[in-house]
């Protein structure tokens, strides 16, 4: 089994020199680099700084991982109110609507979903990070009923998952993003995320051909039954 560590953007090289020391005494030569919560800009400059870093210590290269977040990402929450966080419990009836206007009714806790509940069926979904599951056992147009299978605390701007997806595309300046730093960086890997077929990979990877001019190897694994 080979170990890809995850190395994040950080301004203190002193302690990077020591991280990339300990791994290299390992024979660790792939890092990954997620290219999400920074700009362009800041993401080339960190991969390119830390290329010149362990060339510099070591005389060699090594491999890119690049953590996407193409071609699709997950569909968010937020609470009705403007909690940061609330708590709910098992067996606990609770309502998601994709309107933010939607009245609910007293005391019943209301996440606001921002995707088209049109053509789902009843089903068990994941909140947050695995934080609470619940079964969704009626839907309308503009809000569904479900029902908490365990105790949680969930906290505002996390994911809604399941077999049906509860997925988007990325949006076109994220995918731009994300291309251009392909593009500059040359990653020898790609991780996609949350692909539903084989034409969401086909299709994504046609774009870095046609932006990049080059193919990377590929990871990913497939979000729906």
């Not at 403007?82 to 606990?92: D, K, T, Y």
């Not at 969704?136 to 147009?141: D, G, N, P």
């Amino acid at each position: 089994m080979k170990v890809v560590p995850t190395i994040k953007i950080t301004q203190d090289f002193e302690n990077m020199k020591k991280v990339l020391t300990r791994y290299r005494k390992y024979n660790i030569n792939t890092f990954q680099f997620s290219v999400t919560r920074n700009s362009l800009e800041e993401h080339i400059e960190f991969i390119n700084s830390v290329k010149e870093l362990y060339k510099k210590l070591f005389d060699d290269d090594f491999n890119i991982m690049l953590n996407t977040p193409c071609p699709k990402d997950k569909i968010r929450f937020e609470f009705m109110g403007r909690e940061e966080e609330i708590r709910v419990n098992c067996h606990e009836k609770i309502i998601l609507t994709n309107k933010k206007d939607f009245i609910c009714e007293e005391d019943i806790k209301c996440f606001v979903v921002r995707d088209s509940f049109i053509g789902r069926i009843p089903e068990i979904a994941i909140i947050g990070d695995g934080d609470l599951l619940i079964k969704i056992t009626e839907i309308k147009t503009d809000y569904m009923i479900a029902y908490c299978m365990n105790d949680a605390i969930v906290k505002k701007g996390k994911a809604i998952a399941s077999p049906q997806g509860f997925l988007k595309n990325t949006s076109d300046d994220i995918v731009l993003k994300t291309l251009e730093i392909i593009k500059q960086v040359k990653p020898e890997i790609c991780v996609l995320s949350y692909i539903e077929n084989k034409s969401d990979i086909y299709n994504f990877v046609q774009k870095i051909k046609e932006y990049a001019g080059y193919t990377p190897h590929i990871m990913s694994k497939i979000e729906s039954k």
